[in-house]
């Protein structure tokens, strides 16, 4: 079973929807979490960290389920420049995962005029 | 602040051929992270050097290796390539929170 689970999309919206992403993680002794933004043949970005309590970034909000070992994001007011890869990263840290990060495959969002 | 430099940006290898990638973490960091993107998967973590010495690997075979030097630049070095190494190969810095914009290793 991988590590980090996301659905790939990809996601069709139109300018101004609201879009949600999910992704599961399968280590119930993960840490920390992450939304990273991949453009097309570019480096990964770190978008926002996911906190327990929930966080917000302008029309970002991420949201972390630790029971279910569940994070989501959502964007709202969906603008041209987030069409993207959205990747779920989650970090152990603990023996042998040390030092790495755990990345999902990412979801695809193409947001159109 | 520079931020994370990779070179060479393309590398167009032989089957078989040695492939050495170069990165540099931002000014004063000592930890290099290094990743693989294969077309159609995640990242997958490869190498974590901090302070000259490998401190994690991934579950990659031994022709995967590297190093890191005194200055904290760090190379990756891939022997005996094989056509499913053609990837884009991501150095990272701050544990990952920040990346080069990679070396995209095609081997024909």
Redesign the interface.
């Known amino acids: 079973r991988k590590e980090v689970e996301q659905d790939p999309g990809p996601f069709n919206v139109p300018e101004g929807a609201t879009v949600a992403f999910n992704c599961t993680y399968s280590n119930s002794a993960s840490q920390s979490f992450f939304w990273y933004r991949q453009d097309c043949r570019k480096e990964p970005k770190l978008l926002m960290s996911v906190y327990s309590s929930g966080n917000e970034d302008g029309r970002f909000t991420a949201q972390l389920n630790r029971a279910s070992q569940y994070i989501s994001l959502l964007i709202r007011d969906s603008k041209l420049s987030d069409s993207a890869t959205y990747l779920c990263v989650v970090n152990v840290n603990r023996g042998s995962t040390l030092g790495r990060l755990y990345f999902g495959r990412g979801t695809q969002l193409t947001v159109w005029p | 602040e520079a931020g994370v430099t990779q070179s060479p940006t393309h590398l167009i290898k032989t089957r078989g051929q040695q492939a050495t990638l170069r990165c540099s973490p931002i000014s004063g960091h000592t ?1 290099v ?1 290094w ?1 693989q993107q294969a077309l ?6 490869l190498l ?1 050097y ?1 302070e000259g010495e490998e ?2 690997r ?1 579950n990659f075979p031994p022709r995967f290796s590297g190093r890191q030097f005194p200055n904290y630049s760090s190379e990756l070095n891939v022997n005996a390539l094989e056509l499913e190494d053609s990837a ?1 190969y ?1 150095c990272a810095s701050i ?8 070396t ?1 290793l095609t081997v024909v």
Do not use: K, M, P, V
Request: hydrophobic share 30%; aromatic share 28%.
């Open positions: 930890s992270y990743y159609g998967l995640g990242l997958q973590f974590w901090d401190r994690n991934g884009l991501l544990y990952g929170y920040t990346f080069g914009s990679g995209r």
